[in-house]
């Protein structure tokens, strides 16, 4: 092509990737002119991990706030007018579309279409639109239509994105790409705009600490997106973060959602004290949760630790039972010590493990689904996600696929991998799994096995008037009341939850019930519709059960 477009600095030929002089270093850019800029993030599709079915019990929108997004909002000059929209929570209007001057997206590959849809949307009232995030860093080619593509995490490319938009106030000729070549060290990252959002809307509270993993698993693009050297923000940004979460809302529950935890443990370490002493001068108003690999069991001066600053759930990539099946995915560190081992030893500090579960592996047989469902019962672990193999962009799966010829994109199927069992056959050790996992009485054993054997473990909180506070009790009312007329009255499993929740009522034990009233809720209603061939068989299917909106 020989179209130019004009920067600046510099003519850059159309479809050339826009790169700072190898000498730029950061600098504050400080706008010549002002800017509207209109923060999407685009509606997940329904799936196991949106937890929608508790949403009614809470009165809650989404699921968590989207960090990355937040990010760049409070990343953008003071100067400029910045609105968020979490489509979760609300749609964005006609009105917001016209009152904004640049429209930003960001989001992962599920959420394609959806991105797609509010390029349209923002192309037609005439706004300059731009998209980052893991997914179009990852696949540029799905996002031929935005105006400018921000490729990476933040750095120098968002400088220059940032200097572009406010030099530049009509849509460029052709596609422009900004690409990330300097990362922003995490310890310059800013709080993210929570001030935008009101935190009561959401399932979880949510905050990161650090960015990338040491491991190779197969299938996981984590690695090459963000690197195999985990990056950490201090200890003083975590607490920061955590105090302006509490100003934007009532938090019940804050979730890590980094890569792993445990990926640089001395970091982890460090950040530990600063955690146990934010709970204990604030009164331990919050659950911590976080992901991390299963050999964080063999680390006990790190749980106990964890264990103090009040971490209740783990969230392990356990992905499958079987030995060979772990070397075969190069999922080896949850080889150190025997699976059921670590799982007790980490429900000993309290800590109540939640599973990942891939079906589709190579090593896959017709008794994997018996021996998955086995695991179950002998691991007690409540809740499992338990996913169809999706192979991802830019991992060691998709390349070992493409070069066999074993991707397919077809829209009917739930993944694109062409599975060595037969595609029906896979679907249907699936289904079964997840249907006799979360059939209401072997899920509620497993619960019942928690609350005697792992929530005992956990540290005794004060009653502190955070936790006592008029807000908290009116939202632990809340919920038992919904939980105690939609589960206990209206409900088809009724009488296997009186079973549970009578003993916990005469008992006081109601922050439990409610615990297990609103995960075990969603948990038995998605399986329900599993069997009813109404939800998708992994997070990343490519079968289209609901329709984007027109």
């Not at 070549?181 to 001030?195: D, G, I, S, W």
């Not at 949760?289 to 964080?296: D, I, K, M, S, V």
């Not at 009233?517 to 948990?523: K, P």
Request: contains cysteine.
């Amino acid at each position: 092509m020989t179209d130019i477009i004009k920067s600046s600095k510099n003519s850059i030929p159309v479809g050339e990737t826009l790169q700072p002089s190898a000498t730029t270093k950061k600098t504050s850019y400080v706008p010549h002119h002002h800017r509207r800029i209109l923060c999407i993030f685009p509606r997940y599709s329904r799936s196991f991990g949106t937890f929608h079915h508790a949403y009614p019990l809470m009165g809650v929108k989404a699921f968590m706030p989207p960090q990355g997004i937040l990010i760049v909002a409070s990343y953008l000059p003071k100067e400029w007018e910045v609105r968020f929209i979490d489509e979760n929570v609300r749609l964005a209007t006609r009105a917001d579309y016209q009152w904004a001057d640049v429209v930003i997206v960001s989001g992962m590959h599920i959420q394609k279409p959806q991105i797609n849809q509010i390029n349209e949307l923002a192309h037609r009232a005439g706004k300059i639109t731009v998209v980052g995030g893991p997914s179009v860093s990852g696949c540029p080619e799905y996002y031929p239509e935005f105006d400018i593509l921000h490729l990476g995490e933040l750095g120098d490319a968002s400088d220059r994105m940032i200097e572009y938009l406010d030099q530049n106030s009509e849509r460029p000729q052709a596609q422009i790409r900004f690409e990330t070549k300097e990362r922003l060290p995490l310890t310059e990252f800013p709080t993210p705009a929570y001030h935008l959002l009101n935190i009561n809307d959401y399932f979880l509270a949510n905050v990161q600490f650090s960015s990338g993993c040491p491991y190779h698993c197969e299938f996981c693009d984590i690695p090459e997106l963000y690197g195999n050297n985990p990056r950490m923000k201090t200890p003083e940004q975590v607490v920061a973060e955590l105090d302006a979460m509490r100003q934007s809302g009532n938090l019940g529950a804050v979730y890590f959602v980094d890569d792993n935890f445990v990926g640089d443990r001395r970091a982890a370490m460090k950040l530990l004290p600063h955690l146990i002493d934010w709970q204990k001068r604030n009164g331990y108003p919050i659950q911590f949760a976080c992901e991390a690999t299963l050999n964080l069991a063999q680390s006990p001066k790190l749980l106990e630790m964890m264990r103090e600053a009040y971490f209740c759930t783990i969230f392990c990539g356990i992905e499958t039972p079987e030995p060979d099946a772990l070397h075969a995915i190069s999922k080896d560190q949850n080889l150190s010590m025997p699976i059921l081992k670590a799982i007790q030893v980490l429900n000993s500090y309290g800590m109540e493990v939640v599973s990942g579960i891939i079906i589709g592996l190579d090593t896959d047989t017709p008794e994997t689904a018996d021996r998955i469902i086995e695991f179950i019962r002998a691991s007690q672990i409540p809740m499992l996600t338990i996913n169809l193999l999706h192979a991802l962009p830019r991992t060691p799966l998709w390349r070992r696929l493409e070069a066999e010829g074993r991707l397919v994109f077809d829209e009917s199927r739930e993944s694109n991998v062409e599975f060595l069992m037969p595609y029906e056959q896979v679907v249907e050790m699936w289904r079964r799994c997840i249907t006799t996992a979360y059939e209401p009485e072997f899920l509620y054993e497993r619960f019942a096995y928690n609350m005697e054997n792992t929530y005992p473990n956990r540290i005794e909180v004060p009653n502190s008037p955070s936790r006592a506070s008029a807000a908290n009790i009116r939202k632990g009312l809340t919920y038992l009341a919904n939980i105690l007329l939609r589960i206990g009255i209206f409900s088809n499993y009724r009488q296997t939850f009186w079973k549970m929740a009578k003993p916990a009522l005469k008992a006081g034990n109601i922050e439990n019930l409610i615990h297990v009233g609103l995960v075990g809720h969603h948990l038995i209603k998605f399986a329900q519709d599993c069997a009813k061939n109404e939800e998708s068989a992994s997070f990343y299917s490519q079968k289209v059960l609901t329709k984007v909106r027109s």
